[in-house]
């Protein structure tokens, strides 16, 4: 069963159709990557999907169960988000991970060991005590990660979590976000305009286009079979590694 289901959304802004999509899923312990030109509808949808946005009409799905006003509440708390700015608080790198603890109420005892962790995990426990404000982006993008797995979130939306970073800081953080959510069982969606991540980090694809969802499947199934244009168009794009897995697989005698 799927973690999160949309059936027909629509959203409509200012007489506008931004997103119109039939139908979307977001299965158990996969990473999928959310790609599309500027404006194509990803954040939207991202905060659609997070329960920060409510869609103009359709419905949404939590392992089958529909999302409601009553229950969007709870949902919610099953879920994280870290934006393309880390938004961290004028306090203490500790403390900012705590916060989202204390909201949502974990009991107290747990919080410093389960803070820890995170700042273990992520690195970072070197910069605990100190003030966020003079922290590096990477390293404040760190801190923004290790905040929303802390929540032991269900599903985690990533929105270009990486823009901004130097190469060799993203390409470490890339490696170390692979490694934690290849271990754990949560849902992830990512935004990226960075096609190099994609074979490191995502199991399926999804390509957005003018607020429709136009393919999802495993990225080098979307590569070899591109649904339209639009997909031939983007996906020209894809790192090497992804056409050259293909033709690896030819010649071990895969069916690629
Ligand atoms: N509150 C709003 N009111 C009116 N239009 C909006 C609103 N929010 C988003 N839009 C429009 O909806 C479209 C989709 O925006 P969105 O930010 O979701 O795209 P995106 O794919 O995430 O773009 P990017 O890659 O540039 O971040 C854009 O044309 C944007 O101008």
Redesign the pocket.
Known sequence: MALLEVKGIRYV??G?T?LDIDAFSLEEGEVNALI??????????MQILALLQEPTSGELYFKGELITKKNLFTLRHRMAFVFQQPLLLDMTVRQNIETGLRIRKVPKKYIHQRVNIWLEKLGINHLANGPVRFLSGGEAQRVSIARALALEPEILFLD?PFTGLDSPTRGQLLFDLVKLLHGTKIATLF?T?DYAEIPHLAHRLSV?DQ?RIVQTGMPREVYDTPKNQTVVQLLQWLPIDIKNERKLMKCEGGSA
């Not at 599309?36 to 949808?45: D, I, L």
Request: proline share 0%; hydrophobic share 30%.
């Open positions: 802004k200012r506008r931004i599309g030109v500027n404006g194509a509808g990803k954040t939207s949808f270009e935004v305009h957005m607020g």
